[in-house]
């Protein structure tokens, strides 16, 4: 079963052993467009999904991670899916309105499929805009 390629918006990782790299995608999709999917057990270079293990242990370690990782916080829907063959894969689907994210304190903004360090000036942009729309009362 193939899914596509990756976007701004949506980013593959052939296992949970990219969990860091997933992180990272997380928060910088966030910033960028404040919502999108991640996908565990899916080939980057073309979308094929390759599968992996997916127990509620696997599902558990994903949330926990999205936990110890992301600031600030966010609540992700995790669940497991399988093709028509049998391969289990694991989709994250993400949202916030809190920008700036951070991953593990690392500021990053999506380009293409890319998660590249963001400027000082636009973690400034953000971090004001942010404080901007906040209501004192």
């Given at each position: 079963?193939?899914?596509?390629?990756?976007?701004?918006?949506?980013?593959?990782?052939?296992?949970?052993?990219e969990m860091r790299e997933g992180m990272e995608s997380i928060a910088s999709i966030l910033n960028k467009h404040g919502h999108g999917t991640l996908y565990f057990g899916v080939r980057p270079s073309d979308g094929e999904v390759v599968g992996q293990d997916v127990s509620e242990k696997t599902l558990r370690g994903i949330s926990q991670k999205?936990?110890?990782?992301?600031?600030?916080?966010?609540?992700?829907?995790?669940?497991?899916?399988?093709t028509p063959d049998g391969r289990a894969y694991v989709k994250v689907?993400?949202?916030?309105?809190?920008?700036?994210?951070?991953?593990?304190?690392?500021?990053?903004?999506?380009?293409?499929?890319?998660?590249?360090?963001?400027?000082?000036?636009?973690?400034e942009d953000m971090i004001l805009e942010r404080a901007a729309g906040t209501d004192p009362w």
């Open positions: 079963m193939n899914l596509g390629m990756e976007t701004e918006c949506v980013e593959y990782k052939r296992s949970t052993s999205v936990g110890e990782l992301i600031e600030p916080r966010i609540y992700p829907q995790i669940e497991r899916l399988e689907t993400f949202s916030g309105g809190e920008r700036p994210y951070a991953c593990d304190g690392r500021y990053r903004i999506r380009s293409a499929d890319e998660d590249v360090p963001m400027s000082a000036s636009a973690l």
